[in-house]
């Protein structure tokens, strides 16, 4: 690029044409100059950004010199349905001079290049997004971090919008191993992969690859695998044959009748904690597009386990019951379970995976204990309302800024299931149906003491079996006062002596174990009973 066109770039000034006037806001402003050019759906176009961020509780003011950031970017329409409502989502990429990619710290997220802007258009709360990311990065092991602020584009108010963490590789956002296209055997060939079920649009569109199996019994669809990373450019022959082959064994692993084997089962292929996250936060959001759009997953390298987890979570505007078709806005049934009933002629349905997942009843058991587990502070009704309420008093300003901008309060916008007259009844609507969607998830997800089937003979029984997070004993009777519990490993050494004591039962966190053969020891009055188990 032109140095003099660069220098423009910078010096040019930026002007307030909206109908809003706009002056200053206590959030982030974020100014974007795209020098007369129109943004496009790729590629990206270069133009120049400036943010001003004065810190917490201090107003910024359009008149305020950019001090979060003042540069180039690329910028381009993202998004499928989205990019056709008035208000338009981007995706940003930070540049240096020269046109590179640039990383940087953004709002004070950690630094990278590649960013989104969420309009949140047919959202009409301004949040749900925000809820659903914040929710889930406070128990997955990553999930996009986001920032609020204000936009003008080219001097025209353009409203409220998120920034969001583009999903990439890298130690801070999807922290695998870089995979060179020198990487082509060996152990540096295993990993890591991000792979995505989605549209077929952007980039990598048509460039991935079928799977071997209808979405289920009959279904005329075959889920399609996309690469994220590396860009499916980038990817050598070696490379796709591998990652290829190793989905294609994970699908027949996980048709087959012996799929809930320890060793040799599915579970040889995934990380089941992050599978049952997975499923937590989709269905405690009910986001209709969970598990067939926007789907995405990543391999390690073997020497780091080798297994797919899946995450990190990403776009969820349709969610807490903001949809009015297939599954609906209701606080009840779950997703997994009911979208392919109600909607199986769709063009994305959900894999026969996720059915296969939850009739293994070890896997179900644990996806259980993971819920009751994060009822009990990072998903608990307090916290959720603390997230909803945080974030609407911080936008009560700017909502009002927003929806004068964009008038769409009290009017249908597609597929609301909900349409309030203000934006007071939008967050109260929500702040209601997530109380009935908590209490339908902690009667559909209980872990009953009575549920667990003890046989005559015993006096206990220890579940699940193989276990990854927790392991539970219940007794049929209740615990003697003077009983111990601990575990220990193969050679006998102590590797648990904590666990919580119930009436009935006792539960051991197992976290920290590394996978293998356990025995849990029960001791009382000089006896001891062992129970062996398997860490996943």
Same mark, same amino acid.
């Given at each position: ?45 270069? #133009? ?9 509780? !201090? ?12 540069? *180039? ?43 989104? *802007? ?7 709360? *301004? ?21 609020? $602020? ?54 990598? #569109? ?13 279904? &005329? ?17 070696? !490379? ?62 073997? $020497? ?9 979570? &990403? ?32 063009? &994305?349905?959900?894999? %026969? ?17 993971? &819920? ?31 929806? !004068? ?47 667990? %089937? ?40 102590? #590797? ?16 920290? *174990? ?23």
């Amino acid at each position: 690029m032109p140095r003099s066109l660069v220098l423009f770039l910078f010096l040019m000034p930026f002007v307030v044409m909206g109908q809003v006037t706009f002056e200053s806001s206590n959030l982030p402003i974020i100014s974007i100059n795209t020098l007369g050019q129109p943004i496009i759906d790729e590629p990206k176009i270069t #133009a120049q950004m400036r943010i001003t961020n004065n810190g917490p509780d !201090q107003e910024n003011r359009i008149t305020d010199q950019p001090n979060d950031y003042n540069g *180039l970017i690329g910028i381009e329409l993202r998004g499928s349905t989205s990019q056709w409502f008035p208000k338009k989502p981007y995706g940003v990429e930070t540049r240096d001079n020269m046109g590179n990619d640039l990383d940087v710290s953004l709002l004070g997220m950690p630094k990278e290049s590649d960013w989104t *802007l969420n309009a949140s258009y047919n959202d009409k709360t *301004l949040l749900r997004d925000g809820l659903y990311y914040i929710l889930a990065g406070s128990f997955m092991d990553y999930a996009p971090r986001v920032r609020y $602020s204000e936009m003008l584009l080219n001097g025209r108010y353009e409203g409220v919008y998120l920034m969001v963490e583009k999903i990439k590789r890298g130690k801070n956002r999807v922290d695998i191993d870089k995979l060179e296209t020198t990487d082509n055997t060996g152990d540096a060939l295993t990993g890591g992969y991000i792979l995505k079920l989605d549209k077929e649009t952007g980039s990598n #569109a048509g460039a991935g690859w079928s799977s071997s199996y209808p979405a289920f019994p009959g279904a &005329w669809q075959r889920p399609y695998f996309q690469f994220e990373y590396p860009d499916a450019r980038d990817v050598t022959a070696a !490379q796709r044959s591998y990652i290829t082959g190793f989905i294609s064994q994970m699908e027949q692993t996980i048709a087959s009748e012996g799929y809930t084997h320890p060793q040799t089962g599915y579970r040889k292929y995934i990380d089941t904690r992050s599978l049952a996250d997975f499923i937590i936060v989709n269905e405690l959001a009910k986001n209709p597009d969970a598990y067939r759009l926007s789907t995405f997953f990543y391999k390690e390298r073997d $020497s780091d386990g080798g297994k797919v987890h899946f995450g990190p979570v &990403w776009d969820n505007n349709l969610g807490f019951g903001n949809v009015d078709y297939c599954t609906q806005g209701t606080p009840d049934g779950l997703v997994i379970t009911n979208f392919n009933l109600v909607c199986p002629d769709d063009g &994305w349905v959900i894999h %026969f995976w996720w059915k296969k997942f939850l009739d293994d009843e070890a896997f179900y058991r644990q996806l259980k204990l993971r &819920w009751k587990e994060l009822r009990r502070d990072k998903l608990s009704d307090a916290r959720v309302h603390f997230v909803i309420d945080s974030i609407a008093t911080m936008l009560k300003k700017p909502q009002g800024r927003n929806f !004068q901008q964009w008038p769409v309060l009290g009017q249908y916008v597609w597929p609301n299931f909900f349409v309030g007259q203000s934006y007071d009844q939008e967050i109260s609507w929500l702040k209601n149906w997530m109380n009935q969607r908590l209490v339908f998830l902690d009667k559909e997800w209980e872990v009953r003491e009575d549920s667990i %089937f003890i046989p005559k003979e015993q006096a206990f029984a220890v579940t699940p079996n193989p276990a990854e997070t927790e392991v539970t004993v219940t007794f049929r009777d209740k615990i003697p006062e003077t009983a111990t519990f601990f575990i220990v490993d193969l050679n006998g050494r102590l #590797a648990v002596t904590h666990a919580e004591r119930k009436k009935y039962q006792v539960i051991f966190r197992i976290d920290d *174990l590394a996978p293998g053969l356990y025995f849990v020891v029960i001791r009382d009055q000089d006896k001891n009973r062992v129970v062996k188990f398997i860490k996943t």
